[in-house]
């Protein structure tokens, strides 16, 4: 499945960067909205972060209701959790990672002249750029990979629906990271980093996103 969307990630937006300049359907735009995420692990209790995310877009209309959108934009993803309750009962932590994201947008639906609705399926890729993990009343750690167990890589799909109006866009889509927070190998530590590992170990960050564009 990762070699999958990384290599479908990849080939669409190089497809896109070939034909970029023989394309009169190629627009270019801005792009950013609300991210709303959570780890995903049953062990522990989770909630909802609100962060956001923003970057840039271009999109290659195709015949027949198609459209390819890749974009790279800087997403901050982020989840509460409770940490391992024998260590640190009644313990809370916040956790934010900062990805350089690829998402690659494969749309389709009719256009209708004044507005276009389109259904949207968008596998992704990134990498992280800073963390921070900020233990109540304990500890604060930040940008730091191996020694919080924090993978750098991320790789996913998204699936939504969006309505394009003029130059502008909105898409409300339902993400699903494939890839773990933690891979559970760093070498920690008894004491807050075993809490941390064992709080948030293959956890995945999972949630809607809702963004906006502006296309010229």
């Known amino acids: 499945m990762k070699k999958i969307i ?18 009169a ?16 692990k049953q062990t522990v209790n989770t909630e909802n972060m609100t962060q956001y995310h923003a970057g840039v877009t271009m999109q290659l209309k195709l015949p027949l209701g198609f459209a390819i959108q890749p974009s790279l934009i800087y997403n901050v993803k982020g989840s509460k959790f409770a940490l391992d309750e024998e260590l640190f009962p009644d313990a809370a932590a916040d956790l934010t990672v900062g990805y350089l994201e690829l998402p690659v947008s ?25 963390n921070k993990l900020d233990i109540a009343g304990i500890q604060s750690l930040k940008n730091t990979w191996s020694g919080s167990a924090i993978n750098r890589w991320e790789y996913g799909l998204g699936a939504g629906i969006g309505l394009e109006i003029w130059k502008i866009q909105v898409i409300g889509r339902y993400n699903w990271n494939f890839g773990s927070i933690s891979d559970l190998k760093a070498d920690l530590d008894e004491g807050i980093g075993s809490a941390v590992k064992n709080s948030f170990g293959r956890g995945k960050f999972g949630g809607f996103t809702v963004t906006a564009a502006i296309l010229f």
């Open 6 to 23: 990384l290599i479908s990630t990849f080939v669409a937006a190089l497809m896109l960067g070939g034909i970029a300049e023989s394309s």
């Open 106 to 130: 494969f749309q389709w639906g009719p256009d209708l002249l004044l507005f276009r609705p389109f259904i949207d399926v968008t596998p992704f890729v990134g990498y992280g750029l800073n």
């Open 25 to 40: 359907q190629l627009r270019f735009g801005v792009t950013g909205g609300a991210t709303f995420s959570k780890l995903s």
